[in-house]
């Protein structure tokens, strides 16, 4: 099956710097990306979508100066969480869609990476 | 607004039983309907989906009933084993309309010996 990574899977750092968390598509090419929030015993919650060599659509309430998303390629998404405060401090979860016309079935979704902000 | 309800929010079956996690949806352009299985520290996994031009849909252990008049579709885990032990959540989705997945809050499953 369709394999998606994220690095770091865990990354602590200290309020007010700036965190990078990648998502990369092993083994396909990904139209499109999607950025997910999920705090601790609770749903997943949508930030933005990505779609490759466009910028991301993000969802009500999500800064989008806060958590900066580029696209670069077919196999790389990037979330950067700038200017990171303690509220930040959640597992953040990329899926990754080989077709422009994105159906569950072909959601794939990475391993995810815990954010702690001290 | 909450637009897929699920219930319970956790369970404990006894191993072999059935589990029976249920959600319900309002917006009735949903039209592509999974579970997904997510344990501690991983991202979720697709475990089964459905359209609603079915009512049922089994996979091995894993059945889907869809009831599209009451807007309500359940997952039944059969002979339930302790490494079905997990977090599921139900999500829906508009195949032709923005494309994203809305997810439920989730149960947590416990399986007991």
């Known amino acids: 099956g369709a394999v998606v990574s994220q690095h770091p899977s865990r990354v602590i750092c200290k309020s007010g710097t700036s965190v990078k968390i990648e998502c990369r598509s092993l083994?396909?090419?990904?139209?499109?990306m999607f950025w997910y929030r999920q705090f601790p015993k609770k749903s997943l919650m949508l930030m933005a979508t990505?779609?490759?060599?466009?910028?991301?659509?993000?969802e009500q309430g999500v800064e989008k100066d806060k958590f900066l998303i580029n696209h670069a390629s077919l196999t790389l998404s990037t979330l950067t969480v700038t200017s990171a405060h303690p509220e930040d401090s959640s597992f953040y979860i990329c899926?990754?869609?080989?077709?422009?016309?994105?159906?569950?079935?072909?959601?794939?979704f990475g391993p995810g990476t815990r954010l702690t902000v001290l | 607004q909450q637009q897929v309800k699920q219930s319970p929010q956790s369970l404990i079956v006894q191993k072999g039983g059935i589990s029976i996690i249920n959600c319900a949806y309002e917006?009735?352009?949903?039209?592509?309907f999974p579970w997904y299985q997510q344990f501690p520290g991983k991202g979720p996994a697709l475990l089964i989906a459905?359209?609603?031009?079915?009512s049922e849909k089994k996979e091995g252990r894993f059945t889907i009933s869809f009831n599209k008049s009451a807007k309500q579709f359940s997952l039944h885990i059969m002979d339930s084993q302790p490494g079905d032990s997990a977090t599921y959540f139900c999500?829906?989705?508009?195949?032709?309309?923005?494309?994203?997945?809305?997810f439920g809050t989730g149960t947590r499953l416990t399986i007991i010996p």
């Open positions: 990505s779609n490759e060599g466009s910028k991301a659509t993000y």
């Open positions: 459905i359209r609603p031009d079915v």
């Open positions: 917006n009735t352009a949903f039209d592509y």
């Open positions: 899926s990754a869609s080989p077709g422009a016309m994105v159906a569950a079935d072909t959601q794939y």
């Open positions: 083994d396909f090419q990904a139209t499109t």
């Open positions: 999500a829906a989705l508009t195949s032709f309309g923005n494309e994203k997945l809305t």
